[in-house]
């Protein structure tokens, strides 16, 4: 075994994900979080697949406002080609939902994907949420809004153009459920329609399911889905690992 595929091996072992079950209180208003997942497959006569996620997250929570930011890197190769090399930055703003059921939120974003064939995508907007539910052990909100886009793209996209701006509309759907303390469940889906063309959408799925197996660590498993219809390009992963929490 090369010291290559035994490093592979104990990253996708060890997936130190920084989550956790617990939410922010009153007196805690910083959140620093790190994730490093994955999965590998190797076969003495195929060789080595494998597949590894890494997102680095930082929020900031006050009574009236929350700054969240996330920075995340996806990489994966088979035998034959890579098959992932997947950046996506984003920075929230939410203010009022805190205090209140409806709040306003503005999002701007970086994206450029080797899956997708995706060169970059930069988006800015804003809108509406409203929260359903929102206790310590339930979560659930729907938000909604516009978002200007700029896009250039590997391959011509269904009209031949390989750059395009662009207004979506951005609908989000968010939820954290806990039972017992020892199990969660939580994901966001965006689906993100452009308004001049309803064949021009996003769709980006994302759920992560949780036991508690100490205080500060679970066992994580998470799955992945992005569709770029306009370029009809997708990808769909699952990586599973350990995870820890650290507020301050």
């Known amino acids: ?41 190797r076969t003495n006569t195929t060789g080595s697949t494998y597949l590894l996620n890494n997102s680095l997250t930082f929020q900031v929570s006050k009574k009236k406002f929350s700054i969240n930011s996330m920075a995340s890197h996806v990489y994966g190769e088979n035998p034959t080609a890579k098959t992932n090399d997947d950046f996506l930055g984003i920075l929230n703003l939410d203010i009022l939902k805190g205090v209140q059921k409806f709040y306003y939120w503005a999002l701007t974003s970086y994206e450029k994907s080797f899956s997708l064939k995706l060169d970059k995508r930069f988006q800015a907007g804003a809108g509406l949420g409203y929260t359903f539910v929102n206790t310590d052990n339930a979560n659930l909100e729907l938000s909604d809004g516009v978002m200007f886009e700029t896009t250039d793209l590997s391959i011509p996209d269904a009209k031949g153009q390989t750059s395009y701006q662009t207004i979506r509309n951005s609908l989000r759907l968010k939820y954290r459920f806990i039972i017992k303390e020892k199990f969660r469940f939580d994901g966001i889906n965006f689906y993100q329609p452009s308004f001049s063309d309803g064949n021009d959408y996003i769709l980006k799925l994302r759920a992560n399911f949780s036991i508690k197996l100490y205080k500060w660590l679970n066992f994580t498993t998470s799955f992945n889905y992005n569709r770029q219809n306009i370029t009809s390009t997708e990808n769909l992963f699952l990586s599973y690992g350990l995870s820890m929490e650290k507020f301050f």
Do not use: E, W
């Not at 617990?22 to 999965?39: I, L």
């Open 1 to 41: 075994m090369t010291v290559k595929c035994a490093l592979l091996i104990v990253i996708c072992l060890c997936n130190i994900q920084l989550a956790g079950f617990a939410q922010f209180s009153d007196t805690v208003h910083y959140y620093a979080n790190f994730s490093g997942t994955g999965n590998l497959n």
